[in-house]
């Protein structure tokens, strides 16, 4: 099936959609207006032998994270605290650099925040979620290029999700080769160290029910597709991946594959029940600068 839809609204960042308009089938999904493709999604393209992946992998999907920035939502002092429930000097409320609350009507999607004995925090977080990073990072102003640390630390679990990943850039190639070539053009000037081989992949983030907010991934490669299934953990529903500014979301299950446009708004239908683990595939934008 394709489709060509009108972008009907400007989608809120950090904002929570609900949208019932749901692709259940393979669906190529373009713009109205400028015929770009928002999407490719195909049904069990994936056998599900690949899914079995190294066990550390889904217990760090598992682990908190809190710097996911708008993908997290607005914040708020259950965001930031979830997972401190023990602690004895949790955050108490989010507030500026001087310790002022901020009003609960704020836009901010990463924030200071106040802990119960007074103290101010040094740095400013997002709320809470279960995401995580393995693989290549590019440089940023705190580090060089590098494979992250629980990726360094695990490499035979890493390696455990080669096979998945590969299948997945095979099947890109064959349904997007102009978005695959594009990419791996970029994907060759990089480290081989810190890509995933055979691919044209440096990193993937690894979701365990993490409900997203509206966002826009930031580090995404501009000349390709991000690449998107997820793996059945458990029993939920739910979970399908919105483009709300398009009204329409996808229901991505095990052997599913989605290829979509990162770089256009996107998020999540509630979730119900546990055991959704998505795998988000893609080419860091400046991994190909790190020789330079």
């Not at 989608?11 to 400028?34: L, Q, S």
């Not at 925090?121 to 979620?129: A, I, T």
């Not at 991000?226 to 991505?252: D, M, S, W």
Request: glycine share 6%.
């Amino acid at each position: 099936m394709e489709l060509y839809l009108p972008k009907i609204d400007n989608a809120v960042i950090g904002d929570f959609y609900k949208v019932d308009k749901i692709i259940n089938e393979d669906c190529d999904m373009y713009d109205e207006k400028t015929g770009v493709l928002i999407f490719s999604f195909k049904k069990k393209r994936i056998p599900d032998e690949l899914y079995k992946i190294d066990a550390k992998l889904i217990k760090h999907s598992q682990s908190l994270s809190y710097n996911r920035g708008s993908a997290g939502g607005k914040v708020t002092a259950k965001g930031l605290r979830r997972g401190m429930e023990t602690w004895t000097k949790k955050p108490l409320c989010p507030c500026d650099k001087n310790g002022n609350p901020l009003s609960e009507y704020h836009e901010k999607h990463s924030t200071y925040f106040k802990y119960e004995d007074g103290r101010i925090s040094k740095r400013q977080r997002s709320n809470s979620v279960t995401s995580q990073s393995v693989g290549g990072f590019d440089k940023n102003p705190q580090h060089p290029c590098r494979l992250t640390h629980w990726t360094k630390n695990n490499l035979e679990a890493y390696h455990s999700i080669f096979p998945l990943c590969k299948h997945i850039s095979d099947e890109y190639f064959s349904y997007v080769p102009d978005k695959w070539l594009n990419q791996y053009e970029r994907y060759k000037r990089c480290p081989q160290d810190y890509v995933i081989p055979d691919t044209n992949f440096s990193t993937l983030t690894i979701n365990m029910d993490f409900r997203t907010a509206c966002h826009r991934d930031k580090g995404d490669c501009k000349d390709g597709l991000t690449a998107f299934t997820v793996k059945k953990c458990g029993e939920y529903r739910g979970g399908e991946l919105i483009f709300p500014e398009y009204h329409i979301a996808i229901n991505i299950e095990q052997g599913d594959l989605l290829l979509f446009n990162p770089h256009e708004a996107h998020c999540n239908n509630p979730i119900i029940g546990e055991g959704r683990m998505s795998f988000v595939l893609y080419l860091r934008d400046k991994m190909d600068k790190c020789s330079q």
